[in-house]
């Protein structure tokens, strides 16, 4: 049963241009957390968010997590060609991460 | 520190044939666990460890096994191969639940034909 839908699926920008990444579930999380994978390696970890409401911000990336911890964004200002990537939300709950759908972004220069 | 490790990276096996997915950790880490990644399913959780000699089912247990005699070592293990099994599989680390910090090996590649 997959518990986290990330939306889009895809997309396909260009330089310069401003996207956002919605991660979202009918069940609360203790914690969301965001990861960017590169073809052929292990997802790294770029941000974790635990309180609802909050708001974190990694350079041009900025996350927020949903008041009632259901659901989350990703939101990238300029973005560039090293940007590309599989973006993936990953909510926690006792221990148990669920992972979801993945977002492939291509930003074309 | 060499991080999380994985071996092999690659493996083919055949219907039926048993193997084991090796994972070490050198960072002292307390919580483990293994996923499978598959086209447009992202990554599922099949087994996890919070600590030596406690493990746990995830989401997609079945057909996999799992030991944690140490704290560096969290090897999976494939009793008989399906081809079902055909997938990616990633190992992960974190210190423990609290720091929410998990950290990923390359993964293996792993065909079952």
């Known amino acids: 049963t997959q518990l986290l839908e990330q939306s889009p699926q895809f997309l396909s920008i260009q330089e310069g241009e401003n996207l956002t990444v919605y991660c979202n579930s009918s069940s609360v999380f203790s914690s969301l957390q965001w990861y960017r994978q590169e073809p052929g390696e292990g997802p790294v970890l770029l941000v974790t968010v635990v309180t609802g409401g909050e708001v974190k911000k990694l350079k041009r990336l900025t996350f927020q997590f949903g008041d009632a911890r259901k659901d989350s964004s990703l939101h990238i200002t300029a973005a560039q060609p090293g940007d590309t990537g599989l973006y993936l939300c990953a909510g926690e709950r006792t221990y148990k991460y669920i992972f979801g759908t993945g977002t492939r972004l291509k930003v074309l220069a | ?113």
Request: glycine content about 8%; hydrophobic content about 30%; charged content about 15%.
């Open chain 2, 1 to 113: 520190n060499a991080g999380v490790t994985q071996t092999p990276k690659f493996q083919v096996l055949k219907t039926g044939q048993s193997m084991t997915l090796q994972c070490a950790q050198d960072m002292n880490h307390e919580y483990m666990s293994w996923y499978r990644q598959d086209p447009g399913m992202g990554l599922r959780l099949i087994h996890y460890s919070v600590g030596a000699g406690i493990t746990d089912q995830g989401e997609v247990p079945n057909g996999y096994n799992v030991s944690r005699s140490t704290t560096e070592d969290f090897p999976l293990r494939l009793l008989s191969a399906a081809p079902s099994q055909t997938s990616v599989y990633f190992c992960a680390s974190s210190w423990d639940r609290t720091t929410y910090e998990q950290y990923f090996g390359p993964g293996t590649r792993l065909t079952v034909t």
